[in-house]
């Protein structure tokens, strides 16, 4: 296992204002990275409820049984999985996130190990991609069902493979192997050509999945970024273009607030953390790969509003626009990922990832390195050890703030 003792190096001088310490970091990390290992890189998805096998003839097949049992494994505020017969697995998402994470403590501590373990987990989303389409993609492990669509195991999501193509575009710029890029160049294809669009004007919307025409924000958004990002080092034209449409229509619908919906259909009319950072994410990064500027303004306002809202004076990540609770692990993590990200932007953002960071450590990461799923009061802590939810996107999120420190 690839130490994470490392020197002090590099001080920022804000690690005292009420924040986590490198050193902290690295400690967190180590008992995260040991706990991943002894567990296979395997764990629990919030959503994996259909799977299980005592209970799931009971549904019937319907839409309504079926959200009742997902539903019921995922909010019961304690892990019922092991007595529903739902195994602890790999996930793709997952598998991405720990990518990212590998690569980053590699630039962090030089240590070729985490190089060894991002090829090794690039390889394996190789080998695991969805059969059928025109290109590389990913899903779940898992039946899913949504408000508005079922989702049988295997079928590609746009955002799987968008922050599964991130990770192989960060491996093509770290280890400069051109079959990185051509994988993330093959989850464009898929994008292009299996994904159905919402047209509105002069702008468009991705469809979620290939089986129905299903948008949103965050995950339409992402799929640009993953083209736009693909474009900076290809310049194929046709990945802007659809890119540039669809950061169009986010932009389109930006509330008055600055805010965004989760989606524009009635059943989607909430505003939340982690999606509101994909959005985020998803500009920065389009901005960036296009040098297209006309989105800055949605851009800042958008990140004021997101940091003004989402965050309490010690670090604590609120879910929504409107309420803290419940605190949810992919909050914790998908905050400070996107705040470090935004560094170069806003001055503030590191202090406030630190105190994410320290208050993320010393309330939901369990003495056995793991970090628990969601705290829904002082008392009340749903403690299921989430893989891509959880452990995979704190290690990345982790990483990229020990990286920059």
């Not at 690569?103 to 059969?131: C, F, H, P």
């Not at 640009?224 to 669809?246: D, F, G, I, W």
């Not at 929504?320 to 705040?339: E, G, M």
Request: charge should be positive; include cysteine.
């Amino acid at each position: 296992m690839a130490s994470m003792t490392v020197s002090a190096g590099k001080r920022t001088g804000v690690e005292g204002a009420g924040g986590v310490s490198k050193d902290q970091i690295s400690e967190s990390m180590g008992r995260l990275s040991d706990w991943l290992e002894k567990n296979d890189y395997r764990g629990y998805d919030t959503f994996d409820g259909l799977s299980a096998k005592y209970l799931r003839p009971l549904t019937f097949e319907t839409k309504f049984l079926r959200t009742v049992l997902q539903q019921g494994v995922r909010r019961f505020p304690i892990n019922v999985r092991p007595i529903l017969g739902i195994p602890k697995n790999r996930s793709t998402k997952g598998m991405g996130y720990l990518v990212r994470a590998f690569i980053r403590l590699q630039q962090a501590t030089g240590d070729q190990s985490w190089g060894d373990r991002a090829e090794s987990a690039l390889q394996w989303l190789v080998d695991n991609q969805s059969k059928g389409y025109s290109g590389a993609c990913w899903g779940n492990h898992f039946d899913y069902q949504s408000r508005s669509f079922y989702l049988p195991n295997g079928v590609p999501t746009v955002v799987w493979t968008s922050l599964i193509g991130h990770a192989f575009l960060d491996a093509f710029e770290h280890f400069q192997k051109d079959r990185y890029l051509q994988v993330a160049v093959s989850a464009c294809e898929h994008i292009l050509h299996d994904l159905d669009t919402l047209k509105e004007g002069d702008s468009l919307c991705i469809s979620y999945i290939p089986t129905a025409n299903k948008p949103c924000h965050n995950s339409n958004t992402l799929g640009a970024s993953l083209l736009a990002r693909t474009y900076s080092h290809t310049r194929k034209e046709s990945y802007r273009v659809l890119a540039q449409k669809a950061m169009q229509y986010a932009a389109g619908h930006q509330r008055a607030d600055s805010s965004w919906y989760y989606g524009e259909v009635a059943n989607m009319h909430w505003v939340d953390n982690f999606h509101t950072a994909y959005v985020l994410d998803s500009f920065k990064y389009y901005m960036e790969a296009t040098g297209d500027g006309r989105f800055e303004d949605n851009l800042t306002r958008g990140y004021e509003y997101w940091k003004n809202t989402f965050f309490l004076a010690d670090g604590t990540p609120r879910y929504y626009d409107h309420k803290t609770l419940p605190i949810d692990i992919q909050c914790c993590s998908q905050a400070i990922d996107t705040l470090v990200f935004f560094n170069d932007r806003d001055p503030g953002s590191l202090s406030l990832a630190l105190k994410v960071a320290k208050w993320t450590i010393d309330k939901m990461q369990d003495r056995s390195g793991y970090f628990y799923y969601r705290r829904y009061a002082p008392w009340l802590v749903n403690k299921t050890p989430t893989l891509h939810w959880g452990q995979a996107t704190m290690l990345c999120a982790l990483a990229g703030l020990y990286k920059l420190l």
